[in-house]
């Protein structure tokens, strides 16, 4: 139960080239198809095991909500096998088969029927309903007098009313107030310590780090990177770089995780280190120490500006520090082929102890996007340290100090 | 099959309750509420009742009571009207539902099923207002009316496959939206309903009872107006037709059911 098997799934519309043609295809006898396919998605295979959490991330429009659709049992696949066993909930669009005129507890009722429950079990549901959704008195007042925070709570718990075997979450996540979202949030993980395969679609990293121990990253309808969710994520970083001559390499390093490389390698990073207040080569820092972070490059051919960057990420992914040559005012411009460069980043270890990551960018304007000469993820890991300072907690180190005046 | 069978009674809750919501939903802002449901028909039941019998003087060839054109009619209106609202409101189901479809699962035949529950529940407040005014009217039930129960059986199956088929056309074929309303009155006006089939020239009454809807309509006329018990091989053919209508149906809607997810 729970367990996800697609194997080289598909789908397609229909297309007909005249309202006419479809008339003719189905009622002249003996006629042929007169359609064409347009691929959503296609050649699609994955296997996810029961009581996993899986991340499906990509673009817009890269075919992620047709293959939910598919899993929930909306949409049928046009090729392929799709196999999922057991209960699937959908949280693909909340307040499905909610009517405006009628209660909140009659819609509880509706909406319970739309996903199979008889009137005995969704009764019995009804007080845990109530409870969870915490609306009060506005349970037995029309929908169309709630606020759309209250929609959403009373849509969430009747959707989660009962543990499902697979639980597919579209941007749900992000709705309701902070109380609600972290309230459904710990429902959500709850499920999945319970056995709950989940399958979630969102664009924020930390939800997704913090909460999936795979991803599937989509982009043109097709699966392009699967794995570690830390590698996906970079990989899938790494394909909002620009398109021209893009090359995505990802290698694998002594910790499991991989280090991310894209870009279209004008210019090319030869190594990164750092350095501590004693100018030794280390990867272990003291909270609040002066280091140094060095980046040797190569233009591999001639550039007209380069811009050299860096970003510093703790174990989440979650971006803790990033600056560039052009906000620095250091930008150079008309370089030659072969040149070698050294640039030397210094800044003061204010971090909290624990595991951080490096990225380099070198690009030709302020944003990568614009135009990526090598983008690499996880360039340099490093540790922070605390054994002089007081102990302290949060990932910065902001050095307070407490004054007291008694009266 | 049988699983479709079982997946339609798990969700007999969601047919049940969308009956019962499109009941409420209609009424719900209204000062008198259910009373509509029995006022409008009972209104429309009596002025058929005045003006044909009081105001027109309609009668029937070979008339007994002077109310016979009335029964008549009413007999022909009220069978009419279930087979009528069971096609409209299936021609535009799919369509009008089209949000539940495309992101819901659940076996979409429930729809057209809670579309014909709901024209039954009308019809059902219609026909009991008949029979009241009918005993009012000094025509007391006689045991021979409840014969008509199996041939509206025969008519539900007849207009539930062909309400199927309707909607599902609709679904690819948005024209049928707008035919459908010719089909209707064309249809209305070459079954017996307003005329009886006897005053028709013979070539063309031979015509009109190719319609199936004439062999159920006047059947029922039969055993209502004249008490007497119909002919029963066009009933037969009928029940054929309607069964082989129903096996279309669901074999169309089987075929195109995915499909109509993308079209939609």
């Known amino acids: ?407 | 099959m049988l699983k479709q069978f079982k997946n339609i009674w798990t969700f007999r809750g969601f047919i049940i309750g969308s009956i019962r919501r499109d009941f409420e939903s209609r009424y719900r802002h209204s000062m008198l509420g259910a009373v509509w449901t029995v006022l409008v028909p009972l209104s429309t039941i009596l002025i058929y009742v005045i003006i044909f019998t009081k105001l027109m003087n309609s009668r029937l060839p070979n008339a007994t009571t002077p109310f016979s054109y009335s029964i008549f009619l009413c007999t022909g209106m009220i069978t009419w009207s279930l087979f009528a609202e069971i096609l409209s409101r299936c021609n535009g189901i799919f369509l009008e539902n089209a949000n539940l479809i495309k992101k819901l699962n659940f076996p979409r035949v429930c729809l057209p099923l809670a579309a014909l529950g709901g024209a039954l529940v009308n019809f059902f407040v219609t026909l009991s207002l008949f029979v009241i005014v009918m005993v009012f009217l000094g025509n007391y039930p006689k045991l021979i009316w409840f014969s008509a129960i199996p041939i509206l059986i025969i008519q539900l199956v007849f207009a539930a496959g062909l309400g199927i088929i309707f909607g599902v056309i609709n679904v690819f074929f948005r024209d049928m939206g707008q035919l459908f309303g010719i089909i209707i009155s064309l249809w209305f006006w070459t079954t017996p309903i307003v005329y009886p089939l006897n005053i028709l020239p013979d070539y063309v009454a031979s015509l009109v009872s190719l319609n199936p809807m004439s062999v159920i309509v006047t059947s029922l006329q039969t055993i209502i107006v004249d008490g007497v018990s119909p002919p029963l091989l066009p009933l037969f053919v009928v029940l054929i037709l309607s069964v082989i209508t129903c096996l279309i149906a669901l074999h169309l809607y089987r075929k195109r059911v995915d499909e109509m997810v993308d079209e939609l």
């Open chain 1, 1 to 407: 139960m729970g367990n996800i098997v697609a194997h080289e799934i598909g789908k397609a519309y229909r297309e007909y080239p005249s309202k006419w043609s479809r008339f003719y295809e189905w009622f002249v006898p003996f006629s042929r198809n007169q359609f064409s396919l347009n691929w959503i998605v296609r050649n699609i295979s994955f296997e996810i095991k029961a009581g996993e959490a899986v991340a499906i991330v990509g673009f817009n429009g890269a075919g992620k909500s047709t293959l939910l659709k598919m899993i929930a049992g909306t949409l049928s696949p046009t090729e392929g096998t799709l196999v999922a066993n057991g209960t699937v909930a959908a949280l693909l669009e909340l307040g499905m088969g909610f009517h405006e005129q009628f209660t909140g507890r009659q819609n509880v009722f509706m909406a319970g029927q739309l996903m199979g429950y008889s009137l005995p079990q969704l009764k019995s549901m009804m007080p845990q309903i109530e409870a969870f959704a915490e609306i009060g008195s506005y349970m037995d007042k029309p929908l169309r007098t709630y606020s759309s925070g209250m929609h959403v709570r009373l849509a969430f718990s009747i959707a989660t009313a009962t543990r499902p075997d697979i639980l597919i979450i579209d941007e749900a996540l992000s709705v309701g107030d902070a109380y609600f979202q972290h309230k459904s949030f710990e429902r959500i993980q709850r499920f999945k310590r319970q056995g709950t395969t989940l399958l979630i679609v969102s664009h924020d990293r930390h939800a997704v780090e913090s909460l999936c121990d795979r991803a599937i990253l989509i982009n043109d309808g097709t699966v392009e990177s699967e794995g570690n969710t830390g590698k996906v994520m970079d990989y899938y970083h790494a394909l909002m770089g620009s398109e021209e001559n893009r090359q995505i390499q990802q290698d694998a390093l002594p910790d499991g995780t991989y280090k991310t490389i894209s870009g279209s390698n004008e210019v090319s990073v030869i190594n990164v280190f750092m350095l501590n207040s004693g100018l030794a080569k280390t990867d272990t820092f003291e909270v609040g120490e002066s280091v140094e972070l060095v980046v040797n490059l190569k233009t591999n051919v001639q550039v007209e500006k380069l811009i050299v960057g860096f970003l510093l990420k703790n174990k989440y992914g979650q971006e803790i520090y990033g600056i560039n040559t052009h906000r620095l005012e250091r930008p150079l411009t008309d370089l030659e082929a072969g040149k070698l460069l050294s640039y030397s980043f210094s800044f003061s270890a204010a971090l909290g102890p624990g595991n951080y990551s490096v990225s380099i960018s070198l690009s030709r304007e302020d944003s990568h996007v614009e135009k990526s000469y090598q983008w690499t993820d996880r360039a340099f890991l490093f540790h922070v340290i605390n054994k002089s300072k007081e102990n302290f907690v949060g990932c910065n180190w902001l050095n307070a100090r407490a004054t007291i005046n008694q009266k």
